[in-house]
């Protein structure tokens, strides 16, 4: 079974800086999906970044990034230029790779961040 | 697409009422999965269907619960007989297995409170 876990409760950050979301997790497969899903006060879960395992280069998406360490099973998230916008929780979430099938996910316990003036 | 349409938003029941929650997945998708976000328990899977066959219910926490994919375009949660800790969100999310990632998408999600 995949565990995900999340050991920022909360976090706090000002406009325009930078944070980082930290998110390890602890799985036997080789092959598999990681994604940072973000759920503001509207609980609607919305998909913020995805990282394939096999593949090396950390994922961007304007301005999230992220920094996987395939060996060290961390998987964490940056985002730059902080916006109001930004506060959240924050998911970090596992899905096992299947050739042509799906998978369920597994959610960590989440970071609520807050950005502030 | 409209994406994965939820109905109710909201269900404020009393306990030992039956409850039915219900999802429409994105046209075209053969996965839907079933979610519920408790305080305690986080975001956890109930169970997951694909092509309407139901894949994996280990999540599902008792008889009292039980789903249904009658077709590719419908499914229902129903929880018979209703108590105060299955108060939560449930979420339903669909697929497409062979799309980038298996991504799945999210509904906005039923709140419900069993009184």
Not at chain 1, 12 to 38: G, H, P, R
Not at chain 1, 44 to 56: D, G, H, N, P
């Amino acid at each position: 079974a995949q565990t995900v876990t999340q050991s920022q409760p909360e976090m706090s950050v000002q406009e325009a800086e930078t944070v980082t979301l930290s998110c390890t997790y602890d799985t036997s497969e080789s092959n598999y999906y990681l994604f940072w899903y973000k759920q503001p006060p509207s609980r609607q879960m919305i998909l913020v970044i995805r990282q394939e395992a096999y593949k090396q280069q950390n994922a961007t998406e304007n301005r999230f990034s992220v920094n996987f360490q395939k060996a060290a099973k961390s998987f964490s998230l940056k985002i730059s230029d902080s916006q109001l916008g930004d506060t959240a929780m924050y998911f970090c979430a596992f899905m096992k790779h299947g050739s042509g099938t799906a998978s369920k996910l597994t959610f960590g316990t989440g970071t609520r961040l807050q950005v502030t003036l | 697409d409209a994406g994965v349409i939820q109905s109710p938003r909201h269900e404020v029941t009393e306990m030992g009422q039956e409850v039915t929650l219900r999802c429409k997945p994105i046209s075209g998708h053969d996965y839907l999965f079933w979610y519920r976000q408790t305080m305690m328990r986080g975001l956890e899977l109930l169970i997951y269907f694909n092509n309407n066959v139901p894949i994996d219910d280990s999540g599902m926490p008792e008889d009292r619960f039980s789903a249904k994919m009658p077709n590719a375009s419908f499914s229902t949660l129903k929880i018979q007989p209703s108590e105060p800790r299955d108060s939560a969100v449930y979420f339903c999310a669909s697929s497409l297995a062979g799309r980038q990632y298996n991504e799945q998408f999210f509904g906005p999600g039923t709140r419900l409170t069993v009184l």
